[in-house]
Every structure is written in C-alpha cells, then in structure tokens.
C-alpha cells in the first residue's frame, strides 16, 4: 500500500494536509485524486473519505462516500461534499450529524460561510437513541455553529406521533442551552394547575427565563427574570404579575439583586423587593415559588482591607398592613455603619481588637428615629503553661449610646461595661480536653466612667469537656451563674447550675452518621429535651433517616422525622418523608405532614412527581417533565449562592 502525505498552499492563510493510500494527478484536468482512507486537515477542519477530488487551482474539491467532517466539537456525515475552501462554502448531501447537544439529519445541508449552514427538510433531537423518544422536524433551519440553531415551522413528535406546531422555534447549541420544563398539578383550593418556565442562555454572562402559569380557580400568572454574572458583576432582575380571579385581587412581586467588586477592596450590593400585597397563598408549591412575601430593600458599600473591614448599609423591612391593605414600613435604617479592626500585635505582648457601630433606625412599634452606637475594646494573649495547660485571659471596656428611649424621655445615655474572659484549655489525655472558662462584665452608672455599686451584669462559670475516640466525638457542657447570688436569694447552691447539655456525634463511615443531644435542668432535675438525628446510606443512592425530639413543654408528645430514599431500577428513584407525633403518653399516633417524590429517568427527558400531604389537610400534586440534556451537570439554571452576594452572611 501508498502512503502519500503532501501540502497544497490554500490562499495566503494556510495551508492543507493529505493523508491518503494513493495519490494521482490529472494533468488533463489539472485535478489531483486521493484515494484509500483520505484524511485532509486545515486550521480547525477535518475531512475524511474514501475518495477526494482536489482542483488546486480553483481551490475547490469534492469528497464522496463516507465523508467525514469535523470542525471544532461538531462533526457531520455525508454522502457527498463539494467545498470551495476559498470562499468557505459547500453543499453537502445526504448529511446528519451532532451539533451540541443536538442531532440532525438532513437530504441536504448548505454552507453559507465560516459557521453558518441552511438546509432544506431537517429533523432535530438531542436522543441519541437510533429510534429517539422525541424528534422536531422543519421545513428548514438555519445553523449557527456553536451559537444556536432556528428551524422554521417545526412540529414536535413524541415517537411518531405529532404533539405540537410552531411557526419557529430557536434553541442554543454548545454550552448555552435553552431549558423547558412542564409541571402539572393539583391542591385543594386551586384544582388543576399547570406552571411552564423557559430559559434561555443569552451567553455565558447572561441568562433570562420565562414564567406561563395556568394556576387554576386563581387564573393566569405570568413573569420573567433575568440573570447576570460576569468575574466582578453579579445580580438579577425578577417579576410575577398574577390578577387572582379566586380573590379578586392582583398581586405584583418585583425583586432586584445586585453584587459589584468595584476594586479589589471596595465591594457594592443591593437588594429591592416590592410587593402589592399577600393575598397570594403561594404554600401549594413545592419548588419555584412566584410570590415572593418578604419585602427586604438594602444597599451597601464594603471596603475589606488587611486588617480591617468597614461597612456602611441603608435597607427598609416592610411589612403588610390588613387595615390599609398595603405593605408599610416596619424597620427603616438610614444608614448603619460598621467598622472591626481584626486582632493586632503591634510588637507588644498581647492582641488588640477594636469594633464599633452606630446606626440610625425607625421602627414602626416606636413612631421615632433612634440612633445608637456601641464601641468594643479589648486586649488578648494565649499564655502556654504547659504542654497539656493553655491559658487565654481577655480584658475588654464596651460602650453603649443610644440618644433617645423609645416612647420615653431619657436621651443621650452612655452605658460604659468593663468586662474579662478567662480561659484555661486542659488537655488530660489525648482523647480528652477540658475548657474551663469565667466571665464578667460590670456596668458603670449612665453617662459616667464609675462602676455602679449594682452594676455586675454577669458573673458565670462554664464547663466544657470534649472526647474524641476515632470517629466518636462526644461533648458535655454546663455552666455557674455566680450573679444569682447578687440579685436574689439562692435557697438551694444547685439552682444557679445552667443546663447540662451533653451531645454525641458518631460517624463511622461516608454513608453513617449519628447525632444526639440531651439538655438537663440540674434543680430541680427535669429533662428538658432530646434529639436524635441518623442517617444510613447516601442522598443520590439509597439512604434511611431516622429522627426524634423531645421536649418538656410538651411532656406527653414525642415528634418523629423518618425518610427513605433509594433505586427499585436504574432508571426509578422514590423518596419518602414522614413527620408525625405521638401523643396521649405516646399511646396515639398522629401524621404531620408526609411527602412522597417520585423520579423517572427517559433517557433525554426525566420526570418528576411529589405529593405532599400537610398537617392542614390540604394535598398538594406536582408533575414535572424536562429535557435533561437542557441541564448541564445536572443543573437546570444559573444559581445564586448567598454567599457571593452577600458575603457577610
């Protein structure tokens, strides 16, 4: 056999290699012919077949029977291509291929330039089974690699059979993808309800959704949201527009978030929320909510620095009047600020910290504006006594100023506190540590340096013990309220004893872990609660969660949690939680709420079902069908983490 590897100049650009069994030249024609596994390569195509016709001059060729084309992720089949590689445009017949995530097929598929392809009868998928769950077929598309692709009259097939026409539908292609999702369902106010959310990768930076909601006896709901990021700019713009037929009212939610590094100190956020009002009972969905009923507006400016960090905010919590009808303020602060110094050395033999605030705040319970501000000074240093015995003292003065009391007289009061925290770390053996700690605090008289001869606030012992043995972590902790014998007459020395708390938390392996917890009034001797907490298994595999609580308010009840989770196939998953309560001295049994998750993989669409059951009585059914190919990573949609928003949280 050949080989024959040669490069032809294409243009002044590039240039093209030829990899075939056998290479002839027809000097007639002035046509070169590959034959035998011919693989031609330029910048960032590839060819392949097994016979390709080359007009040098002309820089055109033809490829034919079990072509190939790959440029970039994209790959296409073809009986036959003919390509100008000098105005970069070809006919391709008999094509199909993949364009992320999409396939295709098509009689013929035309290159109009460098990304872009027509064609003429296509269907569209993204199963990439032989006999696919779902196709599209269209008249003709329009293909822009790497971007999107527009097919024109299309009608949706489950299988064979026709489901629905458009006159367009448009899609993303590579990592952009658009997402539809379908979920029916059922509750006893509302009946039948059906919610639709569209969403759309505008591009890496830019996301937006669309929300069609048939919501039953309520009417139609309707709203978008759109959400961007980029390395230094984050926030989204939200809004849910339902006219209630059932209580004849029209609700209206607007949200805005916002988070900018403005420089690599200096941060800004933002947040403004607006609701009409809470009519809209939105408890009968399970997930995406429309309504949003918390009305929380804020901006902010943080300058985070090396050693300090200050913060200066303005934000308004609204609450809703049932008099008026409408939301009103309930805490307004204009503005608040924030400054900590982070603890120091300053080459001297201890840590220094200092913090201080003062803000400017209405409440709606006072009718006033009140300002107050508080500072924090203290000094700190951890003194090792032994290998075994660390020893931390602290001493600190704390400041606390207010200019007016609400609905009272009293103005501009100064209360100065001197306070000490003293530690001593004993580490017995190496599976036991003991912390024994003091705190005091005594305040002096209002507007004056001098201690109050009452002034001691707090005057306590605590007692932590903390065992380790392998994977068992086990921590007793309980305290002595010394300040008890200042202020009342203490009958009995054990009444001061704060509760005993003891806390377990065993996890032997990944897929086990245990927590429990029992809190003690020492005197008179009472258990206060207890909790218990075990999970078996993993999440997204099959797991067991079991729970209970106890607590001595209510002495005759025990509350239960338990919850089941696994696979009967590889394509069914079932989760089941149940919350319940005995009562009458544990001899009756009462349902909570319980909630029953049902999911089916389809390959490139998943199904999932819930039905909730609450303490009310009323049922809530939610059915929802999606494209998973739409959800890269098993995520459907951009999400929001709180902490890169607000970050203080």
Not at 61 to 70: G, I, N
Not at 124 to 137: E, G, N, S
Not at 166 to 175: M, N, W
Not at 498 to 521: A, C, K
Request: net charge neutral; proline share 4%.
């Amino acid at each position: 056999m050949l080989f024959v590897c040669l490069f032809v100049a294409i243009g002044n650009a590039a240039d093209i290699e030829i990899n075939a069994n056998y290479l002839e030249y027809d000097e007639v024609a002035h046509y070169m012919v590959a034959t035998g596994s011919v693989t031609i390569s330029w910048e960032d195509k590839v060819l392949k077949g097994e016979q390709v016709r080359i007009w040098v001059e002309k820089k055109y060729l033809v490829a034919e029977d079990k072509v190939v084309f790959l440029e970039n992720k994209n790959v296409l089949y073809a009986d036959k291509l003919a390509y100008d590689y000098q105005a970069d445009s070809a006919i391709i017949t008999n094509a199909s291929g993949r364009a992320d995530p999409q396939y295709f097929s098509t009689e013929q598929i035309v290159r109009k330039g460098s990304t872009t392809y027509e064609t003429g009868r296509i269907a569209v998928t993204t199963c990439d089974l032989a006999r696919p769950h779902y196709l599209i077929r269209a008249r003709r598309a329009k293909i822009t690699l790497n971007k999107r692709i527009t097919l024109y009259h299309p009608v949706f097939y489950l299988k064979k059979v026709p489901v629905f026409y458009l006159p367009i539908f448009s899609t993303a292609l590579g990592s952009h993808r658009a997402n539809l999702e379908i979920s029916p369902g059922y509750n006893n106010q509302d009946g039948l309800t059906l919610k639709t959310i569209y969403g759309y990768p505008f591009s890496d930076q830019l996301y937006g959704k669309l929300y069609l909601d048939d919501l039953g006896k309520r009417g139609w709901g309707e709203g978008g949201e759109l959400t961007y990021s980029t390395a230094t700019l984050r926030g989204t713009v939200y809004a849910y527009h339902l006219d209630d037929k059932r209580d004849m009212r029209e609700s209206l939610t607007l949200r805005s978030e916002y988070w900018q590094k403005l420089n690599p100190q200096w941060l800004a956020q933002g947040e403004m929320d607006y609701v009409t009002n809470n009519s809209y009972n939105d408890s009968q969905y399970i997930e995406n909510n429309r309504i949003d009923m918390r009305v929380h507006s804020f901006g902010a400016l943080t300058r985070q620095g090396k050693i300090s960090n200050l913060r200066v905010v303005v934000e308004s919590y609204d609450v809703y009047d049932p008099i008026s009808g409408m939301f009103v303020s309930d805490v307004v602060t204009l503005p608040s600020l924030a400054y900590t110094l982070y603890p120091q050395k300053w080459n001297m033999p201890f840590y220094t910290s200092f913090s201080a605030f003062v803000q400017n705040q209405y409440t709606r319970a006072s009718g006033v504006y009140t300002m107050n501000g508080n500072t924090d000074l203290n000094v700190t240093r951890d003194i090792r006594l032994s290998r075994q015995v660390t020893y931390k003292p602290q001493v600190g003065v704390r400041v606390n100023w207010v200019n007016r009391e609400p609905g009272g007289a009293l103005s501009d009061q100064f209360l100065t506190s001197y306070y000490t925290n003293n530690n001593i770390r004993l580490r017995l053996l190496r599976w036991m540590d003991w912390d024994l700690s003091h705190s005091w605090v005594w305040q002096t008289q209002t507007n004056s340096l001098v201690i109050d001869p009452n002034g001691e606030a707090t005057n306590a012992l605590n007692y932590v013990n903390t065992m380790s043995f392998g994977k068992l972590r086990v921590k007793d902790s309980i305290g002595y309220n010394l300040h008890l014998y200042r202020i009342t007459t203490v009958e009995d020395w054990r009444t001061p004893f704060t509760p005993l708390v003891n806390e377990i938390y065993w996890s032997p392996r990944p897929t086990v872990s245990v927590f429990g917890r029992e809190e003690n009034s020492i005197y008179p001797y009472q258990i206060n609660s207890v909790q218990l907490d075990s999970r078996f298994g993993q999440l997204d595999k099959r797991y067991v969660n079991v729970g209970a609580f106890y607590q001595s308010v209510n002495p005759n009840n025990l509350d239960f949690t338990t919850g089941v989770g696994f696979w009967p196939t590889t394509k069914w998953k079932i989760d089941y939680a149940l919350h319940w309560t005995s009562v009458n001295n544990f001899d009756t049994l009462i349902a909570n709420d319980h909630e029953l998750k049902i999911y089916r993989d389809l390959h490139c669409w998943e199904v999932k079902l819930t039905y909730r059951h609450r303490p009310d009585g009323q049922e809530d059914i939610n059915f929802q069908i999606g494209l998973k190919s739409s959800a890269k990573d098993k995520k459907r949609y951009p999400t929001r983490d709180a902490k890169e928003f607000y970050p203080w949280r």
